[in-house]
């Protein structure tokens, strides 16, 4: 859903990406500072209690910072052909390690129900799986499916904003991403079937 709204902000930031670079960031090192942002909203997130709803806030900002060294560090490795596969391999697990801990520290804090965040934690990673195993048989999968990485975070990160007003948003911001998610993982299902039953006829 937001691929041409990325592919838009990935041109514009093409001048930080040659900040990066002269500051001697490899893609690798941002996406260790990235993952590293995410374990401090996973922390975050885990220390927040209703006396301390601001925390929530604090959450956001690491949670949004996270998802930008996760954009820049693929236009760097672009912009200056430092792409690797191992680099791609490095990124990926990074991400799906990222999504694990935050969802983890969401739950541990009590912020919501613990079925739907597991449910949260387990589409958000078979989500990324399934775009994997489809592209490994040869089927492009950008755009398929509604709750791609970028989305869901956008959707973490209003349910935190509100839930400073009102805890209970994140409880229900969880559960939309538990069904977004999962359903984003039948919409890849049904994709790959789809062409891969053409390429037979």
Same mark, same amino acid.
Request: with cysteine; net charge positive.
């Given at each position: 859903?937001?691929?041409?709204?990325?592919?838009?902000?990935?041109?514009?930031?093409?001048?930080?990406?040659?900040?990066?670079?002269?500051?001697?960031? &490899?893609?690798? =090192?941002?996406?260790?500072?990235?993952?590293?942002?995410?374990? #401090?909203?996973?922390?975050?997130?885990?220390? &927040?209690?209703?006396?301390?709803?601001?925390?929530?806030?604090?959450?956001?900002?690491?949670?949004? &910072?996270?998802?930008?060294?996760?954009? *820049?560090?693929?236009?760097?490795?672009? &912009?200056?052909?430092?792409?690797?596969?191992?680099?791609?391999?490095?990124?990926?697990?990074?991400?799906?390690?990222?999504? #694990?801990?935050?969802?983890?520290?969401?739950?541990?804090?009590?912020?919501?129900?613990?079925? @739907?965040?597991?449910?949260?934690?387990?589409?958000?990673?078979?989500?990324?799986?399934? =775009?994997?195993?489809?592209?490994?048989?040869?089927?492009?999968?950008?755009?398929?499916?509604?709750?791609? =990485?970028?989305? =869901?975070?956008?959707?973490?990160?209003? #349910?935190?904003?509100?839930?400073? @007003? @009102?805890?209970?948003?994140?409880?229900?911001?969880?559960?939309?991403?538990?069904?977004?998610?999962?359903?984003?993982?039948?919409?890849?299902? *049904?994709?790959?079937?789809?062409?891969?039953?053409?390429?037979?006829?």
């Amino acid at each position: 859903m937001l691929t041409k709204l990325k592919q838009k902000i990935q041109q514009t930031l093409t001048g930080v990406a040659k900040i990066a670079h002269r500051l001697r960031f &490899t893609p690798n =090192r941002i996406s260790i500072v990235g993952f590293t942002l995410a374990l #401090a909203t996973a922390i975050t997130y885990a220390l &927040t209690t209703t006396e301390q709803p601001w925390l929530l806030i604090l959450a956001v900002v690491f949670l949004l &910072t996270s998802g930008f060294c996760d954009t *820049l560090d693929g236009i760097v490795a672009r &912009t200056f052909e430092q792409t690797t596969v191992f680099g791609g391999f490095f990124d990926s697990v990074l991400d799906r390690y990222a999504d #694990a801990v935050v969802y983890t520290g969401i739950i541990i804090a009590g912020l919501c129900n613990p079925i @739907w965040g597991l449910a949260a934690l387990t589409g958000s990673v078979l989500v990324s799986y399934s =775009r994997a195993r489809a592209e490994a048989a040869g089927v492009k999968m950008e755009s398929v499916g509604f709750a791609e =990485r970028a989305e =869901r975070m956008l959707i973490l990160a209003v #349910a935190s904003m509100v839930a400073f @007003w @009102w805890l209970e948003a994140l409880n229900y911001g969880i559960i939309v991403l538990a069904v977004v998610s999962n359903l984003t993982v039948i919409q890849r299902a *049904l994709h790959v079937y789809r062409e891969l039953k053409k390429e037979k006829q």
